[in-house]
């Protein structure tokens, strides 16, 4: 499957360049919007913009810490595609410096 790469500004434990991320919610936040662009960009949203699937699990692996208001590429890549259900796969890095904050996947199945 084809790579997708969604550009992104993070904003991990609030606004400024120093403060790090403790939560799982602001990476999760970049890859669900990643996952909507990626979509998006394929013309494969419904109608009323809304995905007909829905995430049935998901696991991130934290590599660096994240800082806020730092410009981010979130890479997509779809990896298995069955009748019902999909998986994919997720790295965010920072784009100034190149370091990837956090891999993750998803399974989700189609609605």
Not at 13 to 36: D, F, H, N, Q, V
Request: hydrophobic letters at 40%; proline letters at 2%.
């Amino acid at each position: 499957m084809r790579s997708f790469a969604s550009a992104a500004e993070s904003s991990l434990a609030g606004r400024t360049k120093t403060s790090r991320a403790s939560s799982i919610t602001p990476y999760a936040t970049l890859c669900e919007e990643a996952r909507y662009r990626y979509f998006e960009q394929l013309r494969l949203l419904e109608a009323d913009r809304h995905f007909s699937f829905v995430l049935l699990q998901s696991n991130i692996r934290f590599l660096a810490p994240g800082t806020g208001a730092t410009e981010v590429e979130i890479g997509v890549r779809t990896g298995y595609l069955g009748s019902r259900s999909f998986r994919q796969t997720y790295r965010i890095r920072a784009v100034g410096s190149g370091v990837v904050w956090a891999e993750a996947e998803a399974a989700l199945v189609i609605w």
